[in-house]
Nanobody
């Protein structure tokens, strides 16, 4: 199995910064893409940012210019640097990874989610 563990959430004032980390572990053969999603109370989960193994990135319009996603392929870790945070960024942030895992029957595709980390932006 493949596990994703997030860290770095917390309480920050508007205009502040936070850095989220997500480390993948387990029977990983390769990770094609990793991303960050968020879900605010009463709202659907939405994509915040994603990055491929080759470094291509995609951002939600609401975070462009403020958030930066990066990854360390050697460590199977993805980061989300969040600057100029706004109250509307308050949500539970989830890490997602898709790729291939090794099994006794060969390589199989996987898609895994982390447990989520709370980000609260408030004065």
């Amino acid at each position: 199995q493949v596990q994703l563990v997030e860290s770095g959430g917390g309480l920050v004032q508007p205009g502040g910064s936070l850095r989220l980390s997500c480390a993948a572990s387990g029977s990983i053969f390769s990770i094609n893409a990793m991303g960050w999603y968020r879900q605010a109370p009463g709202k659907q989960r939405e994509l915040v940012a994603a990055i491929t193994s080759g470094g291509s990135t995609n951002y939600a319009d609401s975070v462009k210019g403020r958030f930066t996603i990066s990854r360390d392929n050697a460590k199977n870790t993805v980061y989300l640097q969040m600057n100029s945070l706004k109250p509307e960024d308050t949500a539970v942030y989830y890490c997602n990874g898709v790729g291939e895992k090794t099994t006794g029957w060969g390589n199989l595709q996987f898609g895994s989610w982390g447990q989520g980390t709370q980000v609260t932006v408030s004065s």
